[in-house]
Structures are given as C-alpha cells and as structure tokens.
Nanobody, 117 residues
Framework: QVQLVESGGGLVQPGGSLRLSCAASGSIANIYAMGWYRQAPGKQRELVARHISGGSGGNTHYADSVKGRFTISRDNAKNTVYLQMNSLKPEDTAVYYC????????WGQGTQVTVSS
C-alpha cells in the first residue's frame, strides 16, 4: 500500500498563495487518478481537485469553489502530487489531504491551511 504524506500548509493572508505537496512512499505512475481533498471544521470532506492520467499531461477537474484559483499537477518521476493554491480566501481554511480518486480508506495526516488576516 502506497503511503501518502501531505505538506506545505500554513497560515496565509487572504489573497496569498501556497503550494501543497503529497509525497508517496512508492510509485504513483500506475495510479489512474489522484485527488486533493479538504475538510473544514464541522463539514464533510470534499474533493477539491483531481488529476486523471492520460495523454498530453492528463485531465483535471476542480470543484467550482476553487476553479481558476487552484491547480493540481503530478510528477510521476518524483512520486509527488502538487496543489498550487492562489488567491486564497478565508473559506479555503481546512485540513487538506491527498488520496486516490475515488479515495480509498487510507488517509494521511493532512496539512492545515489557514487563511486569515
């Protein structure tokens, strides 16, 4: 079972940027789709972005709430998935996780993102 470790979170002001990383303990090259998810206090975990492997760099999908601000990418050579987050808003505050898409039952610790002035 490939283990995933998220990093890169922190405290940022509204309008700021962060880049999250998801490092896998093994190869992700054969994983069809990877996703970034988030869970805000008192809310259910939700899919933020997913990357499906394929020609020309693959296909991506974003939740409406982050479309145009977040970008998911993956580097199979480094076994890492990234989430570039720009123009952050207070409502983006959450713990961010990566997992396969659809997700399996193995979740990492996540990384906390707090957007506040």
């Amino acid at each position: 079972q490939v283990q995933l470790v998220e990093s890169g979170g922190g405290l940022v002001q509204p309008g700021g940027s962060l880049r999250l990383s998801c490092a896998a303990s093994g190869s992700i090259a054969n994983i069809y789709a990877m996703g970034w998810y988030r869970q805000a206090p008192g809310k259910q975990r939700e899919l933020v972005a997913r990357h499906i492997s394929g020609g020309s760099g693959g296909n991506t999908h974003y939740a409406d709430s982050v479309k145009g601000r977040f970008t998911i990418s993956r580097d199979n050579a480094k076994n890492t998935v990234y989430l570039q987050m720009n123009s952050l808003k207070p409502e983006d505050t959450a713990v961010y996780y990566c997992n396969r898409w659809p997700p399996d039952e193995y979740w990492g610790q996540g990384t906390q993102v707090t957007v506040s002035s």
